[in-house]
């Protein structure tokens, strides 16, 4: 019984530890009105929600940053703002390609800003960066990227070997998307994330976009 006792107290503990080293985590839904998923896919446009959850949160905002990624170089552009709200925050992000080398980003629930993009828009998607370990407090959180996935081989079962983009590959490795260019050699690619802040510097809010 004693044994049994420890066992359970030392299994809480450990769950505790844990919960509290990565108390944020991420959930994402995609659009389920069958309607405007329709319209969305006739505009070659993609569109995710993603939540951020925490127990306890002293940021007051999260700024959204989006980072491009092109042949090693990286930039950043300042997108927009999200208020932080009790228990968890969502953020809705929409792609639609412009053209076959630029797309348009846009992200609510702050000030909508369109950014337009160059990059190839050919079989590439709005993709969720998964992240089953969670986050700190006061983490970047990197939320969702607009990639093609990587180039892999695949062996159609007759021997024959054909080209093929991996989409869940890159999606489901728990890899910060900064990483995916060294790791599945992915030249081109976006993704946006959450920057918490107590504080919001407005100047930094001069848009070009539209």
């Known amino acids: 019984m004693k044994t049994t006792l420890i066992l359970a107290m030392l299994t809480m503990m450990i769950?505790?530890?844990?919960?509290?080293?990565?108390?944020?985590?991420?959930?994402?839904?995609?659009?389920?009105?069958?309607?405007?998923?329709?319209?969305?896919?006739?505009?070659d446009a993609c569109q995710i929600t993603a939540t951020i959850h925490y127990d306890d949160n002293d940021a007051r905002y999260y700024e959204l940053w989006l980072v491009e990624q092109h042949n090693g170089k990286?930039?950043?552009?300042?997108?927009?703002?999200?208020?932080?709200?009790?228990?968890?925050?969502?953020?809705?992000?929409?792609?639609?390609?412009?053209?076959?080398?630029?797309?348009?980003?846009?992200?609510?629930?702050?000030?909508?800003?369109?950014?337009a993009c160059s990059i190839p828009t050919g079989n590439a998607l709005l993709i969720e960066c998964h992240n089953e370990k969670g986050y700190e407090y006061g983490d970047t959180i990197p939320l969702m990227a607009y990639s093609t996935g990587h180039m892999k081989k695949y062996d159609l079962g007759n021997g024959n070997m054909v080209d093929s983009f991996d989409i869940c590959g890159v999606r489901y490795s728990g890899l910060h998307p900064s990483q995916w260019q060294s790791k599945f050699?992915?030249?081109?690619?976006?993704?946006?994330?959450?920057?918490?802040?107590?504080?919001?510097d407005f100047k930094k809010f001069k848009f070009r976009g539209v």
């Not at 839904?29 to 069958?34: H, W």
């Not at 053209?99 to 000030?111: E, G, K």
Request: glycine share 4%; proline share 6%.
């Open 15 to 43: 769950s505790a530890i844990s919960s509290a080293q990565n108390p944020v985590k991420t959930s994402f839904r995609q659009n389920d009105d069958m309607q405007l998923s329709g319209l969305l896919g006739l505009l």
């Open 74 to 115: 990286t930039t950043r552009h300042i997108l927009g703002f999200a208020p932080v709200m009790p228990d968890s925050t969502s953020i809705c992000v929409t792609t639609m390609a412009a053209d076959s080398a630029t797309v348009n980003v846009y992200v609510t629930p702050s000030n909508t800003r369109r950014l």
């Open 185 to 200: 050699n992915i030249t081109n690619s976006l993704y946006i994330e959450a920057v918490p802040v107590k504080e919001m």
